[in-house]
């Protein structure tokens, strides 16, 4: 009788060159492509390794204005 085991293989997290949206728990991501230069695609955060790079939304200074129509076109 032979017994099958199971493998466990640790996952290789994904080195994004940048990183261009973030929405819950995704990230938008531009990778390197050996085939077409670079590929974008939405990931999950715990598949990155984001080791050094930068995240938008992180930096709580970073605040847009926010106008109703009326004040934007009042303002031309």
Same mark, same amino acid.
């Given at each position: 009788?032979?017994? =099958?085991?199971?493998?466990?293989? +640790?996952? =290789?997290? #994904?080195? +994004?060159?940048? #990183? %261009? @949206? ?9 990778? @390197?492509?050996? $085939?077409?230069? $670079? ?9 990155? *390794? ?5 995240? +938008?939304? *992180? *930096?709580?200074?970073?605040?847009? +204005? #926010? ?6 076109? %009042?303002?031309?």
């Amino acid at each position: 009788m032979t017994h =099958k085991q199971d493998l466990i293989i +640790p996952s =290789k997290r #994904v080195r +994004p060159q940048r #990183v %261009a @949206a973030r929405r819950p728990r995704e990230l938008m991501v531009i990778i @390197a492509n050996v $085939e077409n230069g $670079e590929s974008v695609d939405w990931i999950d955060e715990e598949e990155l *390794d984001l080791n050094g790079i930068s995240i +938008p939304g *992180d *930096d709580d200074n970073q605040t847009f +204005p #926010v106008y109703s129509m009326s004040e934007h076109f %009042a303002s031309s």
